[in-house]
């Protein structure tokens, strides 16, 4: 994975970027990053799934655009109800453009959903980590997020919830 060192950081990508809710518009590009994440998706499947959800109030689904205007990244939040534990917020997907991972722009997603979540009145969030994706796990843990829970099957691979308290 394309991982620079914090003295590179300083190409002003971070202060550039900007992070708003995506558009009908968005759609070649969020599936295209939707490739990357391992999810290979066609445009108009993105444009139908944008449809329903960008009209939901519960969804949260952002951008991150760099000064360039190129999408590079997007995150998918979602408020849930839990029988056992309540509403929560859980990050249902998140990619960053390999090609600017490293240099912030995932922190500013997240950042900007837990943001979204403490707006809703959720005081917890909650993501299923890939342990075979061996960047996300120490991503989310820098993030402050807290692995719990046995490790559980999805979808034919491994994961472990991690999770934060907001506020
Ligand atoms: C995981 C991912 C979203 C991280 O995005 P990013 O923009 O590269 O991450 P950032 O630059 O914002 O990093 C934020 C912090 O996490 C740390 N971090 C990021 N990747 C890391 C890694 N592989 N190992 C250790 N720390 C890492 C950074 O050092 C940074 O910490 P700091 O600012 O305190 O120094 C990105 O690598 C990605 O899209 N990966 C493929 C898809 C994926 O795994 N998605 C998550 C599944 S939900």
Redo the contacts with the bound molecule.
Sequence with gaps: ?L?RA?SD?TSGLTDGLSIRGALPTDAVRLAELSG???YPTSTEAITHRLERLLGRGEEAILVAKAPSGQII?WIHGSEQELLEAGRRCE????????E???????????VAVERWAVMRGLEQIA????VL????H??????GYTAYGPEFDDAGLPHRWMTRVLG
């Excluded at 600017?100 to 997240?110: A, E, F, I, K, S």
């Excluded at 994706?133 to 996300?136: P, V, W, Y």
């Excluded at 120490?138 to 993030?143: A, G, H, T, V």
């Design positions: 994975m991982r914090r950081r990357v994440l391992g990244g990050i249902l997907g998140l990619v960053v453009d390999p600017y991972q490293g240099q912030g722009v995932g922190r500013r997603l997240v993501v299923r980590s890939n994706r061996t960047a996300s120490p991503f989310y843990q820098r993030l």
